[in-house]
């Protein structure tokens, strides 16, 4: 209690924390915020005209022309705001090495600010996501939509800043994970299931797809935004340890290491 007690305190810290990242992000571009939208849905686009128009790709059991391009919308959906929580965290305590060196506040707002500012920088892709669908025919009216993204947002948030943080952790001991989370996450993001369906794929190698924690939750995307269907459960479960996991790992290791992050901050 006295720990939320202090984190109410400096709410006035983690809210000016928020609000400066954003500032300093978009304040020198003369777009500002648009390119948190242009450049996923850019990638998006890029997508569908290689493999919906040139090599011809087509969901299984839909014939419609623009289901790939959902596809790919609600699929990127999923993965931009799990890489975004990784970044987020992976560079959490680089970012505030001064203010760890010489304020004494609640290290619980460090998560706080970066889960505030990922959600922040989406809420917008979400919004231009849901209106894009909305034009290729899969408009998000169903109730099933609305009650499964806040906890889909909620999971994949998680997730990534989970595992961020951990990473982060790290990262203060060795930087050479600012150069190999990328190329991880290169690979983490061709085994999503983001830009072909798992159906088209071997049953064994279906299987092995849902090692990776983000294919079910990519995966839970497609289920709600395209096929307006509720996903299944199982593939949710997974991803949900792996938050609990990451999180209580992240703890342990500020707990065992803090005294030496600081020397080397």
């Known amino acids: 209690m006295n720990t939320f007690y202090r984190l109410w305190l400096f709410r006035d810290y983690v809210l000016s924390a928020i609000i400066t990242d954003l500032r300093y992000r978009y304040t020198r571009s ?14 998006a686009a890029i997508f569908a005209v290689v493999m919906s128009v040139i090599m011809q790709a087509r969901l299984p059991g839909m014939t419609s022309t623009t289901a790939y391009g959902a596809y790919l919308l609600s699929g990127l959906l999923g993965w931009n705001l799990f890489v975004d929580g990784v970044n987020q965290g992976l560079g959490l305590f680089l970012r505030h090495a001064n203010t760890i060196k010489k304020v004494r506040f609640p290290l619980l707002s ?6 505030g500012i990922v959600t922040l920088h989406h809420a917008l892709l979400l919004l231009a996501t849901l209106f894009i669908l909305s034009l290729l025919g899969f408009a998000p009216l169903a109730p099933k939509v609305w009650l499964m993204l806040p906890v889909l947002w909620l999971l994949t948030l998680g997730l990534g800043l989970g595992l961020g943080l951990v990473l982060g952790i790290v990262n203060v001991f060795m930087r050479d994970l600012e150069i190999v989370v990328p190329i991880v996450l290169q690979l983490m993001f061709w085994f999503s299931a983001i830009v072909y369906s798992p159906s088209v794929l071997p049953e064994l190698y279906q299987r092995l797809l849902l090692i990776n924690p983000m294919a079910g939750i990519v995966q839970a995307y497609h289920t709600v935004l395209v096929f307006d269907q509720w996903p299944e459960w199982f593939w949710l479960a997974y991803p949900a340890a792996l938050v609990v996991v990451f999180f209580a790992l992240a703890a342990w290791l500020i707990k065992r290491c803090f005294v030496q992050m600081v020397d080397i901050l």
Do not use: Y
């Open 30 to 43: 003369a777009l500002g915020g648009v390119w948190a939208i242009l450049q996923p849905l850019a990638q």
């Open 110 to 115: 460090l998560p706080i600010i970066a889960g």
